[in-house]
Each structure stands twice: as structure tokens, then as C-alpha cells.
Nanobody, 127 residues
Framework: VQLQASGGGLVQSGGSLRLSCAAS????????IGWFRQAPGIEREAVSC????????FYADSVKGRFTISKDNAKKMVYLQMHSLKPEDTAVYYC?????????????????????WGKGTLVTVSS
């Protein structure tokens, strides 16, 4: 199982970035897949997830209306389009997948139990 995240970088406040996650080695159709982030000194937190079967999307309150998660099952790709970025969005963003988490549980359960992780990609938003 591999998850490869990319697309991070430095952007000014109010700017946009798109993160990509390439998945391989597991049947994407049976998983929820999404993003966590971790800022320095702060616990890793769930950002968004998408059901790879039904396409339903879920977001943390802090990013609702600004971030959009999407997927391409054929390419095994998941994307996180981020708009109106704020300095508090600065963090390492991790792509993750788990067959047992979906919807509210993506946010309510500890990140420590997530099955699969990709290496993070750093997003820095300057003020």
C-alpha cells in the first residue's frame, strides 16, 4: 500500500494550492481516503475525507467552504483544492486511507489508528 502526496509549497495568505495523493496497492473502492494535517506543536488533525464509492465528502469546520476534496478512482488519485488559505493552515498535510473510517469517524477517532499514511507535504501560508 502506498500513498504519495504532493503539491505543497509556499503561498501568500488568500492564495490557493492543490494537493494530490496517488494511491496504489489497495482497492480504493472500499476505502475512505482523505487528509490530515499537523502544525508545529499541535496534534495531527483530520481535514477532509471522501468516500471512494459514493463520493460523499466531509470537512473539518475550519476548512469548510475553502477546501474541496475530490477523487479520480480510475487514476487512483485524490485531490485537495485549497482556496482562501490562511496562515493557520500552515502545516504538513498527510494523505491517509482507512477501510474502517468514514464520515464523522474520520474526525472523531484518533489519527493514531489510521491504517495507511503517505509522507507529508508541507504547506506554508505567509501573512
Amino acid at each position: 500500500v502506498q500513498l504519495q502526496a504532493s503539491g505543497g509549497g509556499l503561498v501568500q495568505s488568500g492564495g490557493s494550492l492543490r494537493l494530490s495523493c496517488a494511491a496504489s496497492g489497495f482497492p480504493l473502492d472500499y476505502y475512505a481516503i482523505g487528509w490530515f494535517r499537523q502544525a508545529p506543536g499541535i496534534e495531527r488533525e483530520a481535514v477532509s475525507c471522501i468516500g471512494t464509492r459514493d463520493g460523499k465528502t466531509f470537512y473539518a469546520d475550519s476548512v469548510k467552504g475553502r477546501f474541496t476534496i475530490s477523487k479520480d478512482n480510475a487514476k487512483k488519485m485524490v485531490y485537495l483544492q485549497m482556496h482562501s488559505l490562511k496562515p493557520e493552515d500552515t502545516a504538513v498535510y498527510y494523505c491517509a486511507a482507512d477501510p474502517a473510517r468514514y464520515g464523522s469517524t474520520w474526525f472523531s477517532l484518533s489519527w493514531r489508528g489510521v491504517d495507511f499514511w503517505g509522507k507529508g507535504t508541507l504547506v506554508t501560508v505567509s501573512s
